[in-house]
């Protein structure tokens, strides 16, 4: 069973022109609320609801009739922070989050709660978690580092999916993740080269330059450019990940 609660402190987005991003409760939030005050703990995706609010702000600041925005869906499936609904709403409130809708499911329907909420990328500190929506054909990652504040929104792409040879019909969630890139590279191109609140950075893994060439070209035939591009060539991709923290790393329809 589901429930989905709109969020009447915040102004609602266009539905038909929004980039829904689902986040887990417990992903924004440490589980138990403090018990001075009632209010949870900033979790792991705090600084990305941050990050995404700057953008929409920028965008707005650019055109006041901007219809392009990020729209956030907080979802909580765990039992015990559904018995918080009032900590969790009154935590948002406090910290400024601009959360559309708080989305209540059990562990067994929460992807139905992210079709239902048209959902284009579910983020999730659970692997597994992640792993069910990306079969279903939602676009998802896994949040596991913990990201500094930062003035922009870092995006990480893979590569290396892209690159791949088509071997028979293009997979639901692959089909996502280029309608959610092409989203991206609009509201990218809102923005001047210089003091963009919006990096998006492409790192193919292996296959040396060519690779990395040939997902550029891959990328920005589906209306996406980069602000950088780097070819690891074999090498481990922990170190870069570690020096450019990004907020979260993006496959071609794939758990990376």
């Known amino acids: ?57 920028r965008l707005l600041e650019e055109n006041p009739a901007e219809s392009l925005l990020f729209d956030v869906v907080l979802i909580t499936t765990d039992s015990q922070q559904q018995q918080q609904s009032s900590s969790i709403t ?9 959360v559309g809708r708080f989305c209540f499911s059990s562990q067994e329907d929460f992807i139905e709660s992210l079709l239902k909420n048209d959902v284009q990328l579910f983020l999730s500190t ?56 092409a989203r991206l590279g609009s509201m990218r191109r809102r923005f001047g080269m210089l003091d963009s609140p919006l990096s998006i950075v492409l790192v193919t893994s292996s296959g040396g330059r060519e690779s990395c060439s040939v997902a550029l ?22 170190p870069i990940l570690s020096v450019l923290r990004p907020h979260f790393l993006l496959s071609d329809g794939v758990i990376d």
């Open 1 to 57: 069973m589901t429930s989905t609660i709109r969020n009447t402190d915040v102004k609602q987005k266009d539905a038909e022109h929004a980039v829904v991003v689902a986040v887990t409760t417990r992903a924004v939030f440490e589980s138990g609320a403090d018990d001075g005050d009632g209010l949870h703990g900033m979790g792991v995706a705090f600084p990305l609801l941050q990050a995404l609010q700057r953008v929409n702000k």
């Open 90 to 98: 009154s935590s948002t409130r406090h910290y400024g989050l601009e």
């Open 126 to 181: 659970d692997r597994n978690e992640a792993l069910q929506a990306s079969q279903k054909g939602v676009l998802s990652a896994v949040l596991d580092q913990q990201v500094a504040p930062s003035e922009q929104l870092r995006v990480m792409l893979c590569g290396d999916a892209v690159v791949r040879p088509d071997t028979g019909p293009v997979p639901e969630s692959q089909q996502a993740a280029q309608s959610f890139s």
């Open 217 to 238: 070209r891959t990328l920005r035939s589906r209306g996406l450019s980069v602000d950088e591009a780097y070819s690891l060539a074999g090498a481990p991709r922990s």
